[in-house]
């Protein structure tokens, strides 16, 4: 599970880096400045997740516990609904899109609760002393 969390993160922090090289090289000017700040914060919080998933990663070799893997998937939901979300309204979808992103920044906050409780919940197995 952490290679797949690991995947998914670099996949998503690509996709942030092409999007943000697209606002600021393409949509400035075609966007109004609102919309582009829309987009903007859409690829912020989508990077800060991308790394968060990479934390997920880690979390998930160290401690093999369910809570990982839960934080992991809120995560990539947070992604899709609230920066997909703000994506859409930037690109002028209807209004009450907006009403969705909610949902996808309560995703965000829940995976990383959900993660600090399974860092504090999960026990680490004595690593065994090498040998001389």
Do not use: C, K
């Not at 697209?22 to 400035?28: M, N, R, Y």
């Not at 966007?31 to 914060?41: H, I, K, N």
């Not at 809120?74 to 002028?92: D, E, M, N, Q, V």
């Not at 829940?110 to 090498?130: D, I, K, T």
């Amino acid at each position: 599970m952490d290679r797949t969390f690991f995947v998914v993160g670099s996949l998503f922090a690509l996709m942030g880096v092409a999007a943000g090289a697209f606002g600021a090289h393409v949509l400035e000017g075609r966007l109004t400045p609102e919309s582009l700040t829309v987009f903007e914060t859409g690829v912020r919080y989508q990077m800060y997740h991308a790394f968060g998933l990479f934390a997920v990663a880690w979390a998930a070799g160290r401690w093999p516990g369910r809570t990982a893997a839960l934080a992991g998937w809120l995560f990539i939901a947070g992604i899709l609904i609230f920066s997909g979300s703000l994506y859409g309204l930037a690109f002028g979808a209807p209004r009450i899109l907006g009403a969705v992103a909610p949902v996808g920044g309560l995703a965000f906050l829940s995976g990383w609760a959900v993660l600090a409780a399974g860092a504090v919940a999960e026990r680490n197995e004595p690593v065994p002393a090498a040998r001389p």
